[in-house]
């Protein structure tokens, strides 16, 4: 029950967190142009792996040990003292190679991207304490708060100032400044003394896990980082507002491979199965992407004119991302699994093969194909990933609820059609802007109508996380 409903909170803000990230990526597509959301995707790719050097995967190592529950101060205070010195050193790394990043970038943006790079490192740190002590919630609720006062941030400045994409940079540091203060005020780990043996544990878990943030940043920027390379900036912003309307529906498996680490963690100590949990949970990601799938097909080209018709050939891209949103879900679930039973080295092949697949993916099929190619890189490298992961614990097949994956299909194609056909009967009588915002709650309304009704456990589970919520708030009231 814990695990379902702290999957749902993280969902659900994270969901709203997207609705204003819409709200503010849409006013600059619309308003600024595709060219400064490509040079603000291009700095926060930059800002990205280059805070590949400054975890080196010693932040996924402190999640683990933390999680552990023995001496977390200790190893709290090592994973910030081996972060400061990583983080010093790429500064000056940066300040070396100023030129060539401005190059890059097309702007004199170094500032901003050591500026960034403090920020990203320290938000990084306090992820790490408040997942270590499986504090999802309270990270969620943080995260999304942090959000908030990012896009109020950058709208303010934007309209009042006037400030473009300065507007898009400085209301992000804001809003990461929030999330370190705020998430340093709610862990309980403090400062102390650590030992030898302290950092020779996060080195000996970390020896694995550097892979970890590689494949992160590469799994969200490694297309941005080459298409850079080809394409002009208002062809990469055209792929930043594709990327950014798939996202959401990878949320479900992102805020389970959040809640399942820690758990499984616990779990794995007193010798629990994990598999059954893992099984449900694979089960559950497919009831969030099938929709998204079918929902693009019905108002993915009406969805792209409305932000501008510079952007209509993104729906190809669209349709492939969301594609490999479904693999992205499986390789974050299992991903989880085999960290949370402390078996590094699966969870570091499987890294490599992502890692290999997608690099040579996009250098390959972005010159051949352009931004489609980019999407369909990512969709073939995270499914080599989920497949070998699944491979590696077939046991975890076994548990897969098929049938919610049947329903799931069957309920997504009937919205499809239901919502295509509200957009074809509206489309004559409003806006396209109109059409495309009741056909997104006709098709929300519909699928959840549907799906709750074909999958009776889903019931339930509603009625014990709102039974849940109510009572913490009478017992806080």
């Known amino acids: 029950m814990g695990v379902f409903r702290s999957t749902v909170v993280r969902t659900s803000l994270r969901v709203l967190r997207a609705i204003i990230r819409f709200v503010v990526t849409g006013y600059v597509a619309i308003f600024l142009g595709p060219s400064v959301l490509g040079y603000y995707a291009l700095y926060r790719t930059v800002v990205l792996f280059e805070s590949i050097l400054t975890d080196a995967g010693v932040q996924h190592a402190a999640v683990r040990r933390i999680s552990e529950g023995e001496e977390p101060n200790e190893f ?13 050193a790429v500064c000056l790394l940066s300040l070396a190679l100023g030129e060539i990043i401005n190059d890059y970038l097309g702007r004199d943006l170094l500032l901003f991207v050591l500026l960034g790079l403090i920020a990203q490192t320290g938000v990084g740190i306090a992820n790490s304490a408040l997942t270590g002590e499986n504090k999802i919630e309270a990270l969620s609720v943080i995260e999304f708060s942090g959000k908030l006062i990012n896009s109020c941030g950058q709208l303010g400045l934007i309209l009042l100032l006037d400030m473009g994409l300065s507007a898009l940079i400085l209301g992000e540091l804001v809003g990461f400044a929030f999330i370190i203060v ?12 650590p030992g030898a043996d302290h950092f020779r544990r996060l080195f000996q878990f970390s020896r694995y896990a550097w892979i970890t943030p590689i494949s992160q940043r590469i799994r969200s920027k490694m297309d941005i980082l080459i298409l850079g390379l080809f394409v002009p900036a208002s062809v990469v912003g055209v792929y930043e507002l594709v990327w950014l309307l798939s996202s959401p529906f990878s949320y479900i498996a992102q805020a389970l491979q959040t809640v399942l680490f820690p758990t499984i963690s616990e779990r794995s100590t007193s010798d629990e199965s994990n598999q059954p949990l893992v099984g449900k949970a694979i089960s559950y990601n497919w009831l969030f992407v099938l929709p998204g799938v079918f929902g693009a097909i019905a108002l993915g080209p009406r969805l792209l004119s409305v932000v501008g018709t510079s952007y209509t050939g993104g729906f190809l891209a669209l349709l492939l991302l969301l594609f490999g949103r479904s693999a992205m879900g499986v390789y974050d679930i299992s991903f989880s699994y085999f960290y949370g039973i402390n078996e590094p080295r699966t969870t570091f092949i499987s890294s490599m093969l992502f890692i290999l697949a997608n690099l040579f993916g996009n250098l390959l099929l972005i010159a051949a194909f352009g931004i489609s190619g980019a999407a369909l890189a990512t969709t073939i490298s995270f499914s080599l990933a989920a497949l070998y992961l699944i491979t590696q614990e077939r046991s975890v097949v076994e548990y897969i609820e098929y049938s919610f994956i049947g329903k799931s299909l069957l309920a997504s194609t009937l919205m499809g059609l239901a919502v295509f056909g509200v957009a074809e009967l509206l489309s004559p009588v409003v806006s396209d802007t109109s059409t495309v915002v009741l056909g997104i709650v006709a098709g929300v309304a519909i ?27 009478l017992l806080s009231s």
């Open 447 to 473: 699928y959840s109508w549907i799906i709750v009704g074909l999958i009776p456990e889903l019931q339930q589970k509603i009625k014990e996380i709102y039974a849940s919520l109510s009572s913490k708030r």
């Open 182 to 193: 705020a998430g340093y005020a709610v862990t309980d780990v403090r400062p102390s003394l």
């Open 76 to 88: 709290f205070t090592a994973l910030v003292a081996i972060t400061d010195v990583l983080l010093v």
